[in-house]
């Protein structure tokens, strides 16, 4: 049964090379899909076998750096290794199963791209890179894959390379002819944001790196045998009081806890777009949109989500306030940017980045009052709607030849029912209404921030406490009036631009299967087997309990909290649906209050900050100090030829000593000039010298 | 004291002197002679003026039964006459090559002069 995992890493890597070596100039999904099935079947075997016995499966587990004592530092090993506990199994089941509906709809979806099989070449190196995060038994081994899904997050970000930026591409001009603002004025080119993307997370992953080796030195300090840096030692560390052991310059071991928690975090908030790292994710729509439907929106991005929810138990409290914070910061922006979005796929990811943020609120709630729970289980439910809001994208994008603008379409229900149906429960979900499935997950998460809010308050500042609850209430109303403001603009309503719906039409026939598969998932009674909304203890709760003891509070208390925030959201959510509805029933309107319009249609200025911020100060001006030093590697390798020999720069002294080396080595070479009597007379003066030398 | 040296019993710095003008007179040779044979007789001036070394050293402060000196110096000659038969082979190739026997303008390396 072990073994059994390694394959199931193995499928979509060996569905990968296969595609890689052959480079079929056509076709080729059929590897992709053979591999996913597989990988998905297996999947399927241990999963199920892992959530009924509740038993963590280890698998096979390699050391891959051993270290005898030396140094001062004990022996110690890092090792590669799978292990699929509960937790890890649902996340399995969803990312292979979604990779496999993903596929089969792609083959639709890309059917015709020039570069159709590198798309699943790719996708497959995504999966296997995704499944390596999901099955790996420690921290180390995270990591690198979770390098890798970025580098195949980068490719598929960049599939379209070709394409030319927004200023130079006709087609986005004339998408543009609308009234249309927001984020038309900052996209930008695939090839472009694919690098954006891979840095942003780069700044994310320095935090990582730095948490992952406070970490290993604490794991190191406690003396642990075996891999230092398996879930299983990181956490027995930390209980074993590891962190009171060391100390670096005046922080105590408390103090690098929280950081160490706090570092990896930051790896987290880079993969998982939260602010301020979230700039990077609504440029990666640039990518084939079923690529982002998986990338983008289910599974890598909640990555994030997933390895905070690994790091849990060694959060300390005020790491865990700081993953609240972030969150609910992340949700307000996002949520709010998203109300202004024209464009279909915009909206669609910063409601990802939105839903990531409540992700985060939910695991910084800790685990006592269920956030832990709550925020995994909305990864998934998230996972699935999202998936199916992307892939309906897909479809519209599709009929509508290649148009995303929400204010160009319109009466679209009509003319693709099955997609129309699709996304409409999908957006339901989303708002949080009973019987669908985020009204399960998304409102035990505002219960939980509630719930820790109460206990936080007792300790510290009221505002610091309630904020994260506060604005999580809040990002509940905007997000069922935009998703209902998106689902109307594009379905209801007569046709606006015949020119770009007139051809739209319902995807093909497993295209609209996988529509319909994932749109059964929206309801609530999929996940938790029950239709009762109020009900707890199912089996996918069961499933996600924290690791470790853990006092819960009392079922009464869990129970009132969840009550009257279900009455809440349910209020909220109706709320913004109705006045969207209302708002919008007949097309765009111009409701603008111009400072808030522009702020949000500016997306914060966030974007803007971070351009004048690190491209213009850190780089152009930091690019002009370093010319001073360095010749600066553009006008440098322009000039090479007519740049002065000698200046005093760095560069000069690069040329310096070079120019050096070579008069130096032309004046010895005339020495060496071929002729016999200067030789000769060498060899005389030599002479001369030695017995000069020993006369002496 | 000069000429005591000059005619007493040991006699070495004669021969010295006479040696010492054929190495310098071999040196010359080789550093001025443009024309590769006259560069060969200041290889064999400097050889004979060794020899002559030899001989004289034997024979003023050496064991003279031995016959040390005298050994080398038939080395040195016997040397010499492979020496000469090589080099003079030597020439003749580079004379057939360059079609001249002027060792300034016989190189092929660095710039001509």
């Not at chain 1, 050096?660 to 060498?682: D, E, H, I, K």
């Amino acid at each position: 049964m072990s073994a059994l995992l390694l394959w199931i890493l193995a499928a979509p890597l060996a569905a990968f090379l296969l595609l890689s070596l052959i480079k079929p100039r056509k076709g080729g999904d059929w590897v992709s899909l053979v591999a996913m099935t597989a990988s998905f079947g297996l999947s399927l075997k241990v999963a199920t076998s892992v959530l009924s016995s509740g038993l963590a499966l280890a698998g096979p587990s390699f050391a891959w750096l051993s270290l005898p004592t030396g140094f001062g530092i004990p022996a110690f090993s890092l090792s590669l290794g799978l292990r699929l506990d509960s937790t890890g199994a649902v996340m399995l089941l969803i990312v292979t199963g979604l990779a496999l509906c993903v596929e089969i709809f792609s083959t639709w979806y890309m059917h015709g791209d020039r570069h159709y099989s590198r798309f699943f070449s790719h996708f497959s190196f995504f999966c296997f890179a995704m499944l390596g995060i999901v099955l790996s038994d420690n921290l180390l081994m995270t990591f690198v894959f979770w390098e890798l899904v970025g580098v195949g997050s980068y490719l598929l970000i960049g599939f379209w390379h070709e394409k030319p930026a927004v200023a130079d591409d006709p087609f986005y001009q004339e998408m543009k002819a609308s009234d249309a603002t927001g984020i038309l004025e900052t996209k930008l080119s695939p090839s472009h944001a694919q690098l954006k993307a891979f840095v942003m997370n780069r700044v994310g992953d320095f935090g990582f790196l730095v948490g992952l080796g406070i970490f290993a030195w604490a794991a190191l300090a406690a003396g642990l045998q075996g891999d230092i840096l398996s879930w299983d030692n990181l956490r027995l560390a930390v209980n074993m009081g590891a962190f009171d052991r060391i100390a670096f310059a005046g922080l105590s071991g408390s103090t690098l806890l929280t950081l160490a928690g706090i570092g990896v975090f930051l790896g987290a908030m880079g993969k998982s777009a939260q602010f301020p790292l979230h700039t990077w994710l609504p440029d990666a729509m640039q990518g084939p949109t079923t690529a982002s439907s998986i990338i983008h929106a289910a599974t890598m991005v909640a990555a994030g989500v997933f390895l905070t929810a690994r790091i849990h138990p060694l959060l300390t409290p005020d790491a865990l306030l700081f993953v609240s914070w972030i969150g609910a910061i992340t949700a307000i922006v996002a949520a709010s940017i998203a109300m202004v979005q024209w464009d279909f796929k915009a909206v669609l990811a910063y409601s990802t980045v939105s839903q990531l943020g409540y992700m985060m609120i939910g695991l910084g709630a800790g685990a006592a009052t269920g956030g832990y729970t709550a925020g995994l289980s909305h990864l998934f439910t998230h996972a699935l709607f999202k998936c199916l809001l992307f892939l309906g994208a897909a479809s519209i994008i599709h009929g509508c030849a290649n148009h995303q603008d929400i204010n160009r379409f319109g009466g679209l229900a009509k003319k693709m029912p099955v997609t129309a149906l699709a996304t409409g429960l999908a957006v339901l979900a989303i708002c949080g209404l009973p019987f669908f499935s985020a009204f399960w997950s998304k409102d035990a998460i505002v219960a939980s921030a509630w719930l820790a809010a109460q206990e936080r308050s007792l300790h510290g500042s009221t505002l610091l406490a309630w904020g994260p609850w506060m604005l999580a209430v809040l990002s509940a109303l905007l997000t069922s009036f935009y998703m209902t403001r998106l689902w109307t603009l594009t379905f209801l309503g007569k046709e606006r631009d015949h020119h770009v719906t007139h051809h739209a039409h319902d995807p093909s026939f497993a295209a609209k299967a996988v529509l319909l598969v994932l749109s059964l998932f929206t309801l609530q009674f999929v996940w938790t087997g029950s239709v009762n909304p109020f009900g707890t203890g199912s089996w996918l709760d069961n499933a996600l309990l924290p690791v470790g003891a853990v006092e819960h509070l009392s079922e009464s208390v869990l129970h009132h909290a969840h009550v009257q925030t279900m009455i809440l959201a349910t209020i909220l959510g109706m709320v913004g649906i109705g006045a969207a509805l209302f708002l919008y029933r007949k097309g765009p309107v111009a409701f603008k209050i111009a400072p808030v319009w522009n702020f949000l249609a500016n997306l914060w200025f966030i974007d803007k900050l971070w351009d004048l911020l690190w491209v213009e100060g850190l780089g152009k001006r930091g690019g002009k100090f370093v010319a001073l030093l360095d010749l600066g590697s553009d006008s440098r390798l322009s000039t090479l030829e007519t740049a002065p020999r000698l200046s005093p720069s760095l560069d000069g002294a690069v040329d310096g000593t070079a120019h050096f080396t070579g008069r130096l080595g032309s004046l010895l070479g005339r020495l060496q000039n071929g002729n016999a009597l200067s030789y000769a007379g060498y060899t005389t003066l030599a002479l001369g010298l030695l017995v000069l030398l020993l006369v002496i | 004291m000069t000429s005591l040296l000059l005619s007493g019993p040991d006699r070495l710095l004669p021969y010295l002197l006479v040696s010492a003008v054929l190495f310098a007179a071999g040196i010359l040779a080789c550093t001025t002679r443009r024309n590769a044979v006259g560069y060969l007789m200041g290889i064999e001036l400097m050889l004979n003026a060794a020899a002559l070394n030899f001989v004289a050293y034997g024979r003023f402060r050496g064991l003279e039964a031995s016959g040390h000196g005298q050994v080398f110096s038939l080395f040195v000659i016997v040397l010499a006459a492979a020496e000469a038969a090589v080099a003079l082979a030597l020439v003749y190739s580079v004379y057939r090559t360059f079609r001249d026997v002027d060792l300034d303008q016989t190189t092929t390396l660095g710039s001509k002069r």
